[in-house]
C-alpha cells in the first residue's frame, strides 16, 4: 500500500548476527530475482527495501544492489559509532559505513540498548553523527514488558525518541530520518502488538515529529513525509493488518528477513 501521504512503504531486514557473505549474497539475490519476477508483480512504487547485514557483507551486498531497479533499496549497517575515528576497537565509523557504498544505518536498535547498555545520549550523538554524514539514519525506539505493563510506553518511547533527534537542529536533517518503533516484548517472542496498539504509538510518534519540526522553524506537516516502521515479530500473515494503518509505514524485519520467501511475503502484504 501507498498511504494518502505518499509514504512509500520500506521493508527492511536486519540480519542481525547472521549470514555469511556467501549466505547473505544468496539471501539478497534470492529477494531481489523475487521483486523482479512478474509473477510477483512488484513495481517501483509499491515500496522500497532494505538490508543490514553484518559488516562483513556490507560491501558485498551494497555492490550487489547497486544496479538494481526493481524499486529502491537502501543498504545499511546495524551500528556505527559517533566519532569519526579514533582507538575504538571494533567499532565501525560513517566514513566506513559510506566507503562500502552504504546509505543508511541502524540506530538505537533495542539489542544494543538492552544487551550494550548503550545510552539515550549515545544514541543520539551517534544520530547526528550519522546525518552530518549523509547517512540515512533509522531511530529504534520501543518500550519493555514492564514498561508497558506500568502504563509508560509513550513516556519511554518520547524520551527515546527526542533523544535520537536532538542534535538535529535543522528540519533539513530531521527530514533524513526513518523512526522504527519496535516493541522490545514483541521481538523475537512471537507476540505481536495488534494493529490497533502499533498505530496508537505510530501516530503519537508522528505528532512528536510534528512538534520537532515545528520546533525548528518548519511545517507540522513536515512530519508526514517522515516513515515510522513497525518492527516486533512481523511476518507475512500479519504483515497485510499491520501495513494497513494510517502512521504504519513499513516494516523493520528480524527471523522473517532471513528467509526470502517470508521477507517476500511481507512485501506483499505492502499492495
Known sequence: MTTSNNRIPLIAGNWKMNTTPEEGHALATAILDGISAKDVGFSASRCDIGFYPPATSLAFIAGLCAEFEGCKVYVGAQNMHAEESGAFTGELSSAMV????????????????????????????????????????????????????????????????????????????????????????????????????????????????????????????????????????????????????TDIDGALVGGASLDAASFLGICEGCG
Not at 518511547?157 to 533524513?176: D, P, S, Y
Request: charged residues 25%.
Open 98 to 245: 559510506l566507503a562500502c557504498g552504504s546509505d543508511s544505518v541502524l540506530l538505537g536498535h533495542s539489542e544494543r540498548r538492552h544487551i550494550f547498555n548503550e545510552t539515550d545520549t549515545e544514541i543520539g550523538a551517534k544520530m547526528k553523527t550519522a546525518v552530518e554524514a549523509g547517512l540515512t539514519a533509522v531511530l529504534c525506539v520501543g518500550e519493555k514488558i514492564e514498561e508497558r505493563d506500568a502504563g509508560n510506553t509513550m513516556e519511554v518511547v518520547n524520551r527515546q525518541l527526542e533523544a535520537g533527534i536532538e542534535g538535529l537542529t535543522e528540519a533539513a536533517q530531521l527530514e533524513k530520518v526513518i523512526v522504527a518503533y519496535e516493541p522490545v516484548w514483541a521481538i523475537g517472542t512471537g507476540r505481536t502488538a495488534t494493529p490497533e496498539q502499533a498505530q496508537e504509538v505510530h501516530g503519537a510518534i508522528r505528532e512528536q515529529l510534528g512538534a520537532a519540526f515545528e520546533k525548528r522553524g518548519a511545517e507540522v506537516g513536515a512530519r508526514e513525509d517522515i516513515r515510522i516502521l513497525y518492527g516486533g515479530s512481523v511476518k507475512p500473515d500479519n504483515a497485510s493488518e499491520l501495513l494497513s494503518q
